[in-house]
């Protein structure tokens, strides 16, 4: 395995270093780039390091043989801060980013804050020729994955192919009760009423079709947390859906039974997968759950270990 040199490093824009053999990144850049540890982590937290194209602030991340370690030459001191959103991933064609809850994919009047406008701020401030376009949605207060397309036909490609480009697509929610079954599939039909709220039938009521399968992660006597792998993507579905089962959403104010122990929908979007609608690969991205969905089981633990 070759070493980079700081003149070669610095002599370059960036560079690519190939893994082939199993380590951590944080070794694997002292190696590699005769750096100190102090200068990798700084490499880390400015966020010039990326795996596969995939960035990562993460020094304990596992690399595999076959896989390529990307460094900038320098800090990306021009890249998005805001409490919000945050870049997951940005190429020519479209941006992945982490929303935070309580901010709108999209704006339905010109003064409300949102992704779009955002990410729009964030282009204009690098100078780049684009706006936002949104092709899916997350509910203001569910955070998580999403796509924002950066030109019409990037789009359009979405758009038009997004349940086959779109293979894995899931949720984690902590639920209020103690689901017994491990897991199944929800299937209804969903259809808003005058006052927009969306109720659901177990046949076809001239609503959509929606399919939700779950699987119980961890449960105890007050709380549930639940992944669920969307089949259809419907408004409000998974709300809807697990208040269908008789164990609605932590926090949703909306479909939920009152209960709000970690004071917010308690509905997160971790994993997003698809095909990239340009360079066709395969795309994978996924975020951990929320440490305040653990909240509530901490607490019960702690109260039986006091007991």
């Known amino acids: 395995m070759r070493n980079i040199t700081g003149a070669a490093y610095a002599a370059s824009k960036y560079i690519e270093l190939p893994v082939r053999e199993e380590c951590r990144l944080l070794d694997f850049l002292l190696k590699q780039m005769g750096i100190t540890r102090n200068r990798a982590k700084d490499l880390l937290t400015g966020r010039a390091v990326s795996i596969d ?178 089949e259809t993507g419907r408004k409000n579905q998974i709300r809807v859906h697990m208040a269908d089962l008789g164990f609605p959403i932590a926090g949703d104010r909306k479909y939920g039974n009152g209960e709000d122990p970690i004071h917010r929908l308690a509905l997160h979007a971790f994993r997003l997968n698809f095909i990239h609608p340009v360079t066709q690969e395969k795309m994978q991205f996924e975020t951990p759950i929320p440490l305040e969905f653990m909240k509530p089981f901490r607490t019960a633990d702690d109260e039986q270990q006091q007991a």
């Open 53 to 230: 194209r995939k960035l990562t602030t993460r020094h304990d991340t596992p690399l595999h043989i076959g896989e390529t370690v990307r460094v900038s030459r320098h800090r990306q001191n021009t890249m998005l801060q805001n409490k919000y959103v945050k870049i997951v991933y940005e190429d020519k064609d479209l941006v992945v980013i982490e929303k935070s809850e309580g901010i709108l994919s999209m704006a339905s009047t010109s003064k409300q804050y949102c992704v779009k406008n955002v990410l729009d701020e964030y282009f204009e401030k690098r100078h780049f020729k684009c706006r936002a376009h949104v092709v899916h949605r997350l509910d203001r207060e569910t955070s998580g994955l999403m796509i924002y397309a950066k030109n019409i036909e990037t789009e359009k490609i979405l758009e038009e192919n997004w349940h086959d480009m779109v293979y894995d697509r899931r949720y984690v929610a902590l639920l209020c009760g103690n689901m017994p079954q491990e897991g199944g599939t929800v299937q209804s039909w969903l259809k808003d009423n005058k006052a927009f709220i969306t109720y659901s039938s177990p046949t076809d009521n001239g609503g959509k079709l929606a399919i939700t399968h779950y699987h119980k992660l961890k449960s105890d006597n007050r709380f549930s947390l639940v992944e669920m792998k969307l």
